[in-house]
Every structure is written in C-alpha cells, then in structure tokens.
C-alpha cells in the first residue's frame, strides 16, 4: 500500500506528479481513481493551489467567466459549486481548489513544502528516479509535470535592488499575511495583467501610489459584478455538458461564438457602434464579439486599437497623463489581453502619479526608493508586477535528464522542443500538462489542463492494456511540430510585440513563440488523431531514438 506523504520518501510509484494547482489534482484523481495507480505530488508551497497559491495581490482575479474556469472531471461538482462573481476572485478559487482536494481525498497523496530538485530517467530500469530539497528519494514509471506555464516570477536585475528599506513585494509570490498599504507611499513597476488589477486596488489604500510603465497597454473594462444566478441555474447547470463542449472545439476555451463580420469591410459608424456595445458589454468579447480580422489583418486591428485609445483620451482627465497611456508600439491582442476594473480611471485620482520609464527610465533602487532619470521617488512599499519566466522557467530550475543525461536544459537551449506540448524527445514517460507548443496560456486554462490530464490517463491505459513500458516522442514529429507551431504563430499579430510569449521579457532567453496559436479545437482534434493512430509520433516500448537534440 502507498504511504503516507511525508518527507523522507523512498517509495517505488507508479506516477509522481509535480505542482498541486489544477493540473496536479485533477491529474492526481485520474490516475488514482480512474487507473488504480499509486501517485504522489510534490509541492513547493504549504498548500494547493499553484498560480491560485501564490498570486494573492490585491484585485488578483482570473478573466475567464466564473461558469467556465472549473474542474468538470466530477459531474457532481460542477452541479454543487457556485460562483459568486461574473469572473472568479483569487481567494474563492483558492477556496474551490481546497474544496475539490478536501472532496476527493487528495491530499494524503500531496507532499507539501517540497521542491522537486532533480528527475533523472535510468535506462536500466526505464524508471523516474525524483529527489526532492527535503532528501525525497523517489522513483516511477512515469513523471507528470503539472507546474504551471507562468510560475517562476521575475524580477529585473535593477541596480541597488537589494538596497531598499521598505518593503518590497512580487505579485507572484504574495505573502499569505495581509498587505497594508493604509498610509504608505507605495510604488509599482509593471502594468502587465497583475499590474492593472492591482493598480486600481492599491490606489484606494495608499496614501499614494506611483506607476512605472515601460509599455502602455491596451485594456478593456471588465464590466465585472456578482455572477448572474439566473443564468448560471436555468442556462448553465441544466446545459453543461452542451456548454464544455463547445468550449472544447473553440478557438480559446470559451463556448463564445465569433462575429463574422469583417471590420474593413464594414463603415465607420458600424464599427464605432460594434466598438461601443463591446466596450459597454466589457470583457473579451470587445475582441471576438465586434469583428473577426482584428485578430488577423492589421487594418482591422488598427480600428479597434484607435477605438481604446479614444476611449483613454475621453477616461483620463489630465490630457499628459493620457497622452503617456496611449499604447501605439504594437497591435491589439499581441501581447496578453487585457481586461480591467477602473485601471485608467485610477489616473484621475489625486495619489496617483504615472511615470512613463521609456522616457525617463528607472536607473536604480535606492534605500529610500527609485530614482529614474529625471526624478528621485521615495516609497515605504515597492510592488514588482514585472512578470514571470514563463512557460519554462519553472521546468529549468530542475535538474531534469533523459536519456545519455541530457538535461533539459540543454535540450531547450534554443528554445523549448516539444511535440504536441506533451512530451520531449530523449525523456520518456515524462508528460507535461500545458507545456510550451500546447494552446495552454492563449486559452481558458481548465479547459486546457482536462483534455491534457485526460488525453495523458488515457495513453497511460493504453500502454499498460498494450504492455507498452515506455512512450516517447520521435524527433522527427517534434521537429516537425515545433515547425508547425512556429508556422502558426508567424501571421498572427503575437509576432509584433515583446511579449513573453516570446520570452522577449527575460533577457538571454531565446525569442520563440512559445504557445501554439492554432486554437484549443484544432490541438483537440490533432491529439485524438495522433491517439487514434496508435500514438503516431510517439515511439512506443523501447524503440530508441538515435539522437535526442
Ligand atoms: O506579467 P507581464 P503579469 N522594467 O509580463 C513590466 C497571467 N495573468 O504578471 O510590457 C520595467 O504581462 C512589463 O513591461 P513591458 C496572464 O497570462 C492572468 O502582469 O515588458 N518594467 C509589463 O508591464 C499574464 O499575461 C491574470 O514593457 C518591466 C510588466 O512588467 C501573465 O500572467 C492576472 C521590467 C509585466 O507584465 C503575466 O502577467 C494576472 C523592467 N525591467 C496574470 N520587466 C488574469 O487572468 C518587466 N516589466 C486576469
């Protein structure tokens, strides 16, 4: 029988499963429950989570509906969980994920306050051999990445950095104490997604608030409030299924339905009328709702990136300070979209200053605060919004190794290699849910992380009906995905910003694309293909790929 999780571990499993966010549960539950495996999750944190854990900043929400953002692995669930908001709050999903480890009995398989350090296949014995930093010695047939695609926060090498006095904080690794900014002067770097829900939050607290912004952006009110009840009991609960499943064969994760009209085809007074009821409306549909070029014809994107700016100019009272918000270096939707609750809004207020650090670029961190250019700023509380290593930052601080002890990392030199997102070639039996080459961060997250934790328990049971030992991708079909998923991504306007989807926000880190834009549908379809040919691209029990770089 397996043990109990407790450090120390030396046991001989069927699976480990790394990160207890909703990737490691929900992978967890499959295999325990539907396979009859024996599975043990490592987690860093002293709870679950994951992003949930510790992104606890101020406003901190997800922008997918609350109706969509779930589990739907138990029926029962998804009948008896009730949102309050129109878009899940930090803490409520905190709160599902503990209610859906405390339903299912997950955590005696959880052990907590763990990194994994080290994942080393042995050829000998075609096992996982996992150390962790509390002297885990663990090994099993198969190693299951579930550590999220934006979990390794960064914060920039600024001079004199470690100099300050007052207390500096990462929106990425909020500390699980409140935060008081009641009277404190409190200076922000970052206007990314945690930037602008914190902005707003932040504002309302302190005393004052300063804004450093390198890019202006583009956001869209959120238009959030309490859940519709009325919808989610006659429309939703009674239609779920019909509901996940257009979600499952959309483009994002979200049972929407795209315009067909054309934005440069249509008049001015139509697009400013379809521009007006998106932004009155709030929330994403500004983007899928009004035209269905502004994704893909720069003309288009035009109109409607013209139309916020007109909307910031009209919001922001002090012309200057508009003037600076303005985004005008690269199109709509080619970095993360954004949706917001009173961002520009809170440049109108009195405490709030806006320093644009293109023109007046930070120089360095003093004991006191940050002096840029042209000013010195002092602040008792810094927050870092400044972003995350995304997508592989989190798999390169283990030491991960395949066969003839390739590291990961040396694999990934160039950029991150994987077929279908899944897999890596040379490192059998390890399986990523949402891994760089999958839809996973351009997509309603839940959404994603099922069809990989389903998508893996199922060719996890096929190996074992069909005594497959191990799976592994070939070369040649990771080569030929990765070119695919480059060749996807070239027309689309992600290519026309720095963003970290390029990984363009660390420096040294190779400029790829790292998600596949082809849409959640399309990735489904192409998986269950590759499935119903008996795993094509995978080399299955023993056959060895030649070369692995
Ligand atoms: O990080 P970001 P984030 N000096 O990288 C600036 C998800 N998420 O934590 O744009 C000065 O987007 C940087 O400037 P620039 C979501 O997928 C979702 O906000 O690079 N500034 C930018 O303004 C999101 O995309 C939700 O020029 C520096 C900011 O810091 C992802 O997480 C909520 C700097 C970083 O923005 C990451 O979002 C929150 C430097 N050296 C997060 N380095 C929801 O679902 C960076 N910046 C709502």
Known sequence: MQKKAEPGNTQDLDAIIIGAGFAGLGMLWRLRE????????????????????????????????????????????????????????????LSYINHIADRFDLRRNIQFNTR?????????????????????????QYLITGVGCISTSNIPEIKGRETFEGESYHTGAWPHEEVDFTGKRVGIIGTGSS???????????????TVFQRTPQYTIPARHGTVNRKFLEEEVKPNYEAILDKARRSKGGAPVEFSERLAVEATAEERKEAYEAGWAEGGHKFLWGSFKDIGTDRRANDTAAEF????????????????????????????RALIDTDYFETYNRDNVELVDIRHSPIQEITPEGIRTEDDEHKFDMIVFATGFDAMTGTFLKMDIRGRDNLSLKEKWAEGPKTYLGLQVSGFPNMFMITGPGSPSVLSNMTISIEQHQDYIRDFIDYMRNNDVETAEADLDAESAWVDHVN?????TMYMLADSWYLG?????????????????????????????????????????????T
């Open 34 to 93: 539907e396979l009859g495996m024996s599975a043990q999750v490592f987690e860093a944190g002293d709870d679950v989570g994951g992003t949930w854990y510790w992104n606890r900043y101020p406003g901190a929400r997800c922008d997918s509906e609350s109706y969509i953002y779930c589990l739907t692995f138990s029926k029962e669930l998804l009948q008896d969980w009730n949102w309050s908001g129109k878009y899940p709050e930090q803490p409520e999903i």
């Open 116 to 140: 994994v350090a080290s994942a080393r296949f042995i050829e000998e014995t075609n096992r996982w051999e996992v150390e962790t930093d509390q002297g885990d010695r663990v090994t099993a």
């Open 195 to 209: 930037g602008i829900q914190a902005i707003p939050v932040i504002a309302a607290q302190a005393d004052s608030l």
């Open 308 to 335: 916020i700016r007109s909307k910031i100019r009209e919001t922001v009272k002090d012309p200057e300070t508009a003037e600076k918000l303005l985004p005008t270096d690269h199109p709509l939707g080619s970095k």
């Open 487 to 491: 060749k996807v991504a070239e027309p």
């Open 504 to 548: 363009a926000n660390i420096p040294g880190k190779p400029r790829i694309f790292m998600p596949y834009a082809g849409g959640v549908g399309t990735y489904r379809e192409k998986c269950n293909e590759i499935a119903d040919n008996g795993y094509e691209g995978f080399i299955l029990s023993g056959e060895v790929a030649e070369k692995v």
